[in-house]
């Protein structure tokens, strides 16, 4: 597409955003084009920041009527790629940030632009809590439609097992609410293989009572990899479903090669301290580093 349609379907379509349509040519376009994995470096023709879901609706019809390859970006952490598309239409969902917790209900709304650290400072304020991203600054819209791992997961099940509901926007330009009562078969399919169904601009959570964690990552040199896994095989065995573990191999800041355990106990504290204590008693670590 020549910079010449191109700015001639953003003197078409602009009055429908109320956001800049942003070009190759535009100051800003370097910047939204980026996504947190950078080996991604893709340049789509237009992109629609989106701040609302009528914005949605209107950048679908764009597309369908500009015969544009369509991608959509949310919180924008986007290891796969698929967020930004070659000399397509990139739809950015990043500027709708909403969170409102109803604590009486346990539940939570939020847009698709909300990062999870974002979405766990507001729910953090009533005691509630649901299993989300094990990185703070990966979106929800992304980890929710891709079923979704994270550190409450042992006991509230996965992301997309608190999802009670979401809007979207099919590629007809029609928005619908998916839950177990309407589209139900829409419902299942979105949560956790909600590629291509439809652009996500409304979700709706589960939420759990969480008053505390007791959390932590316990390192030790990696030349006891062997030792420290054989130990953490046996004693993951039996645990409660509070405690969720990740084995993960590292470098310090100085490069010192390491193996160690991200821990995260979602129960009791006092409990967690006496399942904990094995974990912790094994023979020397490293390096504590408190999360």
């Not at 959570?205 to 030349?223: A, E, K, S």
């Amino acid at each position: 597409m020549t910079d010449t349609q191109i700015l001639s379907l953003i003197s078409a379509w602009q009055p429908h955003f109320s956001s800049l349509l942003l070009a190759p040519s535009h100051s800003e376009f370097s910047a939204a084009r980026r996504i947190w994995n950078g080996m991604i470096d893709r340049q789509p023709a237009l992109i629609a920041r989106c701040t609302s879901p009528q914005e949605v609706m209107s950048a679908i019809k764009l597309a369908r009527n500009e015969g544009l390859h369509v991608s959509v970006r949310g919180g924008g952490h986007g290891v796969a790629g698929s967020a930004v598309c070659q000399d397509g239409l990139m739809i950015d969902l990043s500027p709708m940030k909403m969170v409102a917790v109803d604590p009486a209900r346990r539940e939570a709304v939020a847009a698709p632009g909300v990062l999870w650290g974002e979405f766990d400072r507001a729910t953090e304020i009533h005691g509630l809590a649901t299993t989300g991203g094990q990185v703070s600054h990966t979106g929800i819209a992304g980890l929710t439609l891709g079923g979704g791992l994270g550190y409450l997961m042992g006991k509230h099940g996965a992301v997309c097992d608190n999802l009670l509901s979401l809007d979207l926007i099919t590629a007809e330009g029609e928005g619908i609410t998916a839950s177990e009562e309407l589209n139900p078969d829409l419902f299942w399919a979105m949560r956790g293989a909600g590629a291509n169904f439809g652009v996500a601009t409304s979700f709706t959570y589960r939420l759990h009572p969480l008053l505390g964690v007791l959390g932590g990552l316990i390192i030790h040199l990696r030349d006891r990899a062997d030792e420290f896994i054989a130990f953490y095989d046996q004693f993951l065995r039996g645990t409660p479903d509070e405690l969720d573990t990740t084995l993960a191999f590292l470098h310090l800041p100085d490069g010192t090669p390491v193996v160690g355990a991200i821990v995260v106990w979602a129960g009791p504290i006092e409990e967690g301290e006496k399942v904990l204590a094995p974990l912790r008693a094994f023979g020397r670590p490293s390096q504590t580093l408190s999360i």
